[in-house]
């Protein structure tokens, strides 16, 4: 079989949808939606704070092994302000009403959240 061929196949093999059974939620891996409100807070201590209504889509934690630091990644997720407030880009913490502390980060209409692997 040629370079040509085999570089061509490649490119289709990583270029693949998802297919059914490849899907997270058929994979055991179970995502629930977390929705609710909360305070958003800025990092930096201003005493500013927003009340928002947010959705995040949370994955379980998994098993790891021996002690390292579980990796981490920037996930979407969506906030939007109780109020008519609009809410500037930066870093911020969101205290949810139901418990738990989030932290999350907005670029733009964009909003992301750090979610353990």
Same mark, same amino acid.
């Given at each position: 079989?040629?370079?040509?061929?085999?570089?061509?196949?490649?490119?289709?093999?990583?270029?693949?949808?998802?297919?059914?059974?490849?899907?997270?939620?058929?994979?055991?891996?179970?995502?629930?939606? %977390?929705?609710?409100?909360?305070?958003?807070?800025?990092?930096?201590?201003?005493?500013?704070?927003?009340?928002?209504?947010?959705?995040?889509?949370?994955?379980?934690?998994?098993?790891?092994?021996?002690?390292?630091? %579980?990796?981490?990644?920037?996930?979407?997720?969506?906030? %939007?302000?109780?109020?008519?407030? %609009?809410?500037?880009?930066?870093?911020?913490?969101?205290?949810?009403?139901?418990?738990?502390?989030?932290?999350?980060?907005?670029?733009?209409?964009?909003?992301?959240?750090?979610?353990?692997?």
């Amino acid at each position: 079989m040629s370079v040509a061929i085999q570089t061509q196949l490649l490119t289709v093999a990583l270029w693949k949808p998802l297919g059914y059974n490849e899907h997270p939620s058929y994979m055991g891996i179970e995502l629930h939606n %977390r929705k609710g409100t909360g305070r958003l807070v800025p990092t930096m201590p201003t005493g500013v704070e927003y009340r928002v209504r947010y959705g995040i889509h949370i994955a379980p934690p998994t098993n790891q092994h021996g002690r390292g630091v %579980r990796p981490t990644r920037w996930a979407r997720c969506s906030v %939007r302000s109780a109020t008519t407030h %609009r809410i500037p880009n930066g870093n911020y913490f969101l205290h949810a009403d139901e418990g738990g502390v989030f932290q999350l980060k907005s670029n733009g209409s964009v909003w992301h959240y750090l979610s353990a692997l």
